[in-house]
């Protein structure tokens, strides 16, 4: 085990995984893997069919994540969930979809739900697509009182609603700066997106950014994953930590800046490694 330094002064650092599989061995597989906080899929991520629901599932599930220190506990929407789709179907199945994994995160007690920013396809104007994105994000809030809505930032793309700060920071705006509206980092997307995450310099002016943009207290969550393509590529493929071309550089630049420590870090790499990813971020931390 890597000693775990948390002085007084920093809060600890919580590191986890994307777990998948069902509910009941999750706690199981977040032990093995060395993580201390998990995000989980409610459904078939690449389907929009609802699973049956089971209270008493619910609560032995929210007992075990207790009793094993795991948490804060994440779930993310299907990818099918587009907030800005241009087809009338595919956004009200987004929404209605989103809203139930929001109820499965109120039941679970889970701190929030991540969906992707979205993209509006070629040829709809940025105020339009914004102003569908806000309207899809404020429905879906209006299903549950208690979590956390986290919009994650992509990696860019053919009208991409967020996938830098400033247009993070619109879309906040279009949503009247909701008080349950929370945003996810994800290093490999910002890394794509143009952020260049390989250096001090580049990681110090992302987080700057964020802070200027959102507000640093609007940042709920890290997707730690390095990237296979080269920052600017807008190319979405994780690679292990230290292994692509954000390196252990560049992760530990990130994981040296003052921000770092004031959200949990979640990697959603292949499972068979994550308890190396896991390990890498936390020996990159304790540096
Ligand atoms: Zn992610």
Known sequence: MVPRRSPKSEPQLRIG???GGGLAGHVDRAKKS???TIQIFASNPRGWAEISVNEAADAAFRERMEKAGIGPLFIHAPYLVNIASPNLEFIAKSIKNASWTMQRAQSLGAAGVIVHA???GPGVARADALARAAASLLLILESTETPFLVVELTAGGSNTIASAWPMAAELLDACDAHGRIRFCFDTC???AAGYDLSNKVGTDACWAELDRDIGIDRLLVVHA???RDASGSRRDRHAHIGDGTIGEDGFGALLSHEFARRVPWIV????TRQPEDIARLRALANA
């Open 17 to 19: 995984a994307h777990v």
């Open 225 to 227: 994953n390095d990237s």
């Open 189 to 191: 997307h910002a890394h």
């Open 118 to 120: 979205g993209a509006a």
């Open 34 to 36: 060395g993580a201390d």
């Open 268 to 271: 959603e790499t292949p499972p």
